[in-house]
C-alpha cells in the first residue's frame, strides 16, 4: 500500500475486554515496530519485528500484552483484560532494509472504561 | 540506555517568523541516527529532517534545518518562515546506527500565531 495503515481507528474497550489493533505495513517493509503513546507524551517502543521473527519485546509492559507477524507482513497488536491505564494511542512503523527511517500509520487510540 | 530531552513542552511563533526547539539526548554510542518528527492532530508522525552523527554537515529540508552539536548532544530545530501547517508537536528521536528502535523525547508543542 502508499503507506502504514492501522486498524481501528478508535477503540472503546470495557475493562477486562481483549482487544486486536491490526497493522498493515508499507509492501515490502522488513522491519515493524509498535510504540504506545500515552496523552501528551512521546511514543514508548513496545516490540520490533524483523519479517515474522519478534526479536525485541522489552517493551511490552505485561503478559497482557502481546504482538505477532506471522507471515511478515500485516501485524497484530493484542491485549488481554485491558485495564484503564491501558487507554493510549498505538502507532505502528515499518521501515525497509538499509532504510533509517521508519513510516508511522495515524495509529489506534484505545480508551477502556 | 539512551535518552531524549525536549526541554520546551511548549512554543509559539509568529507566522513567517523563525521558531528553534531544543533537543539533548544521551548515549555513549559514536554511530547513530537523529530525527525530528512532526505529529499534527491526525497523529500521524510525520518524518521532518535526519541527520547521521558522523556527518558534520548540518542537515537542512526547506524550511527546516538543524544545529548538530555532537560533543554538546544536543540537536536543535529551526524552522524559517513559519507557516499555519506548522503547528504540530514535534518529537526530537534517536536511533542507534546498529539498533533498530526509536527513542522518543517528550515533544514540543508548538503553535503558529497568525
Known amino acids: 500500500g502508499a503507506g502504514v495503515s492501522q486498524s481501528p481507528r478508535y477503540k472503546v474497550a470495557k475493562r477486562g475486554q481483549d482487544v486486536a489493533l491490526r497493522c498493515d505495513p508499507i509492501?515490502?517493509?522488513?522491519?515493524l515496530f509498535w510504540y504506545q503513546q500515552a496523552l501528551g507524551q512521546g511514543p514508548e517502543f513496545l516490540t520490533y519485528f524483523q519479517n515474522e521473527a519478534q526479536l525485541d519485546k522489552s517493551g511490552l509492559p505485561s503478559d497482557r500484552f502481546f504482538a505477532e507477524r506471522p507471515e511478515g507482513s500485516v501485524s497484530t497488536l493484542k491485549i488481554q483484560r485491558t485495564q484503564q491505564e491501558d487507554s493510549a494511542v498505538y502507532l505502528c512503523a515499518s521501515s525497509s532494509t538499509g532504510n533509517t527511517e521508519a513510516f508511522f500509520g495515524q495509529g489506534t487510540r484505545l480508551t477502556v472504561v | 540506555a539512551q535518552t531524549v530531552t525536549q526541554s520546551q513542552p511548549e512554543m509559539s511563533v509568529q507566522e513567517a517568523e523563525t521558531v528553534t526547539l531544543s533537543c539533548t539526548y544521551d548515549?555513549?554510542?559514536?554511530?547513530?541516527?537523529l530525527f525530528w518528527y512532526k505529529q499534527p492532530p491526525s497523529r500521524q508522525m510525520i518524518l521532518v529532517i535526519r541527520?547521521?552523527?558522523?556527518?558534520?554537515q548540518n542537515a537542512t529540508e526547506n524550511r527546516f534545518s538543524v544545529n548538530f552539536q555532537k560533543a554538546a548532544k544536543s540537536f536543535s530545530l529551526k524552522i524559517s518562515d513559519s507557516q499555519l501547517g506548522d503547528a504540530a508537536m514535534y518529537f526530537c528521536a534517536y536511533r542507534s546506527y546498529y539498533g533498530q528502535n526509536f527513542v522518543f523525547g517528550p515533544g514540543t508543542r508548538l503553535s503558529v500565531l497568525p
Open positions: 541527520q547521521e552523527a558522523y556527518k558534520q
Open positions: 548515549t555513549s554510542e559514536s554511530d547513530y541516527y
Open positions: 509492501s515490502g517493509h522488513v522491519s
